[in-house]
T-cell receptor, first 112, second 111 residues
Framework: DGGITQSPKYLFRKEGQNVTLSCEQN?????MYWYRQDPGQGLRLIYY???????QKGDIAEGYSVSREKKESFPLTVTSAQKNPTAFYLC???????????FGPGTRLTVL | SQQGEEDPQALSIQEGENATMNCSYK?????LQWYRQNSGRGLVHLIL?????REKHSGRLRVTLDTSKKSSSLLITASRAADTASYFC???????????FGAGTTVTVRA
């Protein structure tokens, strides 16, 4: 899992609540990413950030928000607008976009 | 959008046997990467092969890339129980910010 940490490992949310997933890296990487993984499927990109104070929508950004105020941190908020948020969320970073990505251990979010 | 498609979806082999899985993609790429994911964990990068390379080795791993057929293969030799995992290919394109991941091949190595 390299120098990327995600917390918490498991998260339970009631319907209608916003929750924030933490992602921190000490690899001095400029680029960071958030993916969603559903059972038996590959990774789908939610948001990515190439540099501090900049981020872009990925393929499935609706119902999610992010911030990139520090190089080391890229938190993801799952809002109540996300209708089916139960999934495994993975954060990754890379020296630059398109390069090898280093993944955190993931956060499993369950909506009760 | 998933550019990479792995085949087969699942593979079960005996310890000591070789495991081969394939990845096909649709558009031109700059590089192709293989990752491993143990159940419930993050992905671990295994190997990256660039579009101008045809074969690459790393320990018991051998990756080939055929850009004319838009396909790649990952061979794991002398498999071990610890190789049990899902394996994903991901393609990177020039001037593109992201990697595109396939749905993965689940490999089970029986003791």
């Amino acid at each position: 899992d390299g120098g990327i940490t995600q917390s918490p490992k498991y998260l339970f949310r009631k319907e209608g609540q916003n929750v924030t997933l933490s992602c921190e890296q000490n690899l001095n990487h400029d680029a960071m990413y958030w993916y969603r993984q559903d059972p038996g499927q590959g990774l789908r990109l939610i948001y990515y950030s190439q540099i501090v104070n900049d981020f872009q929508k990925g393929d499935i950004a609706e119902g999610y928000s992010v911030s990139r105020e520090k190089k080391e941190s890229f938190p993801l908020t799952v809002t109540s607008a996300q209708k089916n948020p139960t999934a495994f969320y993975l954060c990754a970073s890379s020296i630059d976009t398109g390069d090898t990505q280093y993944f955190g251990p993931g956060t499993r979010l369950t909506v009760l | 959008s998933q550019q990479g498609e792995e085949d087969p979806q699942a593979l079960s082999i005996q310890e000591g046997e070789n495991a081969t899985m394939n990845c096909s993609y649709k558009t031109s790429i700059n590089n192709l990467q293989w990752y491993r994911q143990n159940s419930g964990r993050g992905l671990v990068h295994l190997i990256l092969i660039r579009s101008n390379e045809r074969e690459k080795h790393s320990g018991r791993l051998r990756v080939t890339l055929d850009t004319s057929k838009k396909s790649s293969s990952l061979l794991i030799t002398a498999s071990r129980a610890a190789d049990t995992a899902s394996y994903f290919c991901a393609t990177g394109r020039s001037n593109d910010y992201k990697l595109s991941f396939g749905a993965g091949t689940t490999v089970t190595v029986r003791a």
